[in-house]
């Protein structure tokens, strides 16, 4: 019997299942530890946006029928649900209210302009990295195609909507690579520059230790420019949402910018500020999100570092 044995308390700790419901307390404890102030800076700042709308409206300042207030908008949710995933509703029949209801309507709509922001914007990541480090990877290459990146990064992607069409006629396609197109150029120009700033000593350094070419760009640029790249994903985010919105309001598929053409020639500003919302709310959780995933990639940088803090 040891001098411990008889100590009341001194029972061994019994480790707690990852999936139990204290584990899963602390884990959310943590989140809203970490991440509460900054939502509810956010939902304070939202708030105070649309206490100044609704008082603009109760002063007389704001046309009703041209900037109805929040309340007005969002709480006829019905009525404007109706207006969402409508080539699916009215395929069914002539009767809209036939097709799924306003909620799943409303859901179907969102999830096939997100799911095309963002298959355009992986894409364009992925091959704008793979892009640009060919470009220095290679002098040649980089001399042959460097000039052409250059010269077609100016583009507007209105203008390569035909050309989408051309290639993938009406749905998906067209949306998806109006969102790759508008954003590729310019994520391999920012890939080459993020490139050409790293610190040319730690090159140095790996030469010297027997580092072949391969093995610098994989161990020593990669590492060193990801969390500028990083930072370019985040921005091109938003681009990607205003690109898909473009694509979507000239007809190449059903979505949130569909609507908000639909709002336009309706002349229907409830629905517009209603779809803005939406818009809004989407950018805003894939922002957070974004932010959540660099500092979990980017654990060795300080906070306020890289883009981290976003606000």
Same mark, same amino acid.
């Given at each position: 019997?040891?001098?411990?044995?008889?100590?009341?308390?001194?029972? %061994?700790?019994? $480790? /707690?299942? @990852?999936?139990?419901?204290?584990?899963?307390? =602390?884990?959310?404890?943590?989140?809203?530890?970490?991440?509460? %102030?900054?939502?509810? #800076?956010?939902?304070?700042?939202?708030?105070? *946006?649309?206490? &100044? #709308?609704? *008082?603009? #409206?109760? !002063?007389?300042?704001?046309?009703?029928?041209?900037?109805?207030?929040?309340?007005?908008?969002?709480?006829?949710?019905?009525?404007?649900?109706?207006?969402?995933?409508? @080539?699916? /509703? #009215?395929?069914?029949? !002539?009767? $809209?209210?036939?097709?799924?209801?306003?909620?799943?309507a409303l859901v179907i709509t969102m999830a096939s302009s997100?799911?095309?922001?963002?298959?355009?914007?992986?894409?364009?990541?992925?091959?704008? &990295?793979?892009?640009?480090?060919?470009?220095?990877?290679?002098?040649?290459?980089?001399?042959?195609?460097?000039? +052409?990146?250059?010269?077609?990064?100016?583009?507007?992607?209105?203008?390569?909507?035909?050309?989408?069409?051309?290639?993938?006629?009406?749905?998906? =396609?067209?949306?998806?690579?109006?969102?790759?197109?508008?954003?590729? *150029?310019?994520?391999?120009?920012?890939? !080459? +520059?993020?490139?050409?700033?790293?610190?040319?000593?730690?090159?140095?350094?790996?030469?010297?230790?027997?580092?072949?070419?391969?093995?610098?760009?994989?161990?020593?640029?990669? %590492?060193?420019?990801?969390?500028?790249?990083?930072?370019?994903?985040?921005?091109?985010? *938003?681009?990607?949402?205003?690109?898909?919105?473009?694509?979507?309001?000239?007809?190449?598929?059903?979505?949130?910018?569909?609507?908000?053409?639909?709002? /336009?020639?309706?002349?229907?500003?409830?629905? !517009?500020?209603?779809?803005?919302?939406?818009?809004?709310?989407?950018?805003?959780?894939?922002?957070?999100?974004?932010?959540?995933?660099?500092?979990?990639?980017?654990?060795?940088?300080?906070?306020?570092?890289?883009?981290?803090?976003?606000?």
């Amino acid at each position: 019997m040891t001098a411990d044995s008889g100590k009341i308390g001194s029972e %061994p700790k019994v $480790p /707690r299942a @990852p999936g139990s419901a204290a584990s899963l307390f =602390g884990r959310t404890t943590k989140f809203i530890r970490q991440h509460g %102030p900054t939502l509810g #800076w956010g939902l304070l700042s939202i708030g105070l *946006f649309a206490g &100044l #709308w609704e *008082f603009l #409206w109760y !002063v007389g300042l704001a046309d009703q029928r041209l900037a109805p207030p929040p309340h007005v908008f969002l709480g006829d949710f019905a009525s404007q649900a109706k207006y969402f995933n409508t @080539p699916k /509703r #009215w395929a069914i029949g !002539v009767d $809209p209210n036939s097709g799924p209801t306003p909620f799943g309507a409303l859901v179907i709509t969102m999830a096939s302009s997100t799911i095309r922001m963002l298959a355009g914007l992986a894409i364009a990541a992925i091959t704008s &990295l793979c892009m640009g480090a060919m470009i220095r990877y290679c002098a040649l290459f980089g001399k042959l195609v460097l000039p +052409t990146v250059t010269l077609l990064a100016p583009v507007s992607p209105v203008a390569w909507l035909p050309v989408a069409i051309f290639l993938f006629g009406i749905g998906n =396609g067209p949306a998806i690579f109006m969102v790759f197109i508008a954003l590729f *150029f310019t994520m391999t120009i920012a890939t !080459v +520059t993020q490139i050409d700033s790293v610190n040319r000593n730690y090159i140095s350094v790996a030469r010297i230790m027997g580092a072949s070419k391969g093995q610098i760009y994989t161990r020593v640029i990669l %590492p060193a420019i990801l969390p500028g790249l990083l930072v370019v994903l985040r921005l091109n985010l *938003f681009g990607g949402w205003m690109v898909v919105l473009v694509a979507e309001a000239t007809g190449v598929g059903y979505g949130l910018g569909q609507i908000i053409s639909v709002a /336009r020639n309706t002349f229907n500003p409830g629905l !517009v500020y209603f779809t803005i919302v939406i818009i809004g709310l989407l950018g805003f959780t894939f922002d957070f999100a974004l932010r959540m995933l660099q500092r979990q990639v980017l654990f060795w940088l300080p906070k306020g570092q890289a883009g981290l803090s976003g606000g």
